[in-house]
């Protein structure tokens, strides 16, 4: 993601976050080349810094902080870049599979908040 020259540092953050359906054992989150640290993100608006980030398999939710603090000048771009490490696969987790599970007889739309009852 490159932010523009007209992203001002006094513009206020975006808090994106994002969920994902494979288990992953890395994500990485860089801000201009620099490796930012996962668990980053504070509770209070006030203290978002962009690549700020959390990542939990757990949940398979990822989320991350973008701004324009910190430019070089007013007129540096700001890059972005959230890459993943390589998929883990199920000999490598604790998985338990249940092979008797009733398949569903209708679809679910990600789009649909009704269909994901634990959000």
């Known amino acids: ?18 969920t994902y359906t494979e288990y992953r054992s890395d ?18 608006e006030s203290q978002y810094w962009g690549g700020q980030n959390f990542w939990n398999n757990e949940t398979a939710e990822i989320a991350f902080i973008v ?16 890459t993943a490490a390589p998929e883990i696969v199920a000999e490598d987790i604790d ?9 569903e007889d209708f679809e679910r739309y990600w789009s649909d908040v009704a269909n994901w009852p634990n959000y």
């Open 95 to 103: 998985v338990l599979e249940d092979e008797d599970a009733p398949v």
């Open 27 to 44: 994500w990485n989150l860089t801000k201009d080349g620099e490796l930012k640290r996962n668990g980053t993100i504070p509770e209070s």
């Open 1 to 18: 993601m490159d932010l523009p020259y007209i992203w001002n540092k006094t513009d206020k953050s975006i808090y994106f976050t994002h």
């Open 67 to 82: 701004d324009g603090k910190g430019k070089q000048t007013p007129m540096s771009p700001v890059v972005y870049a959230l």
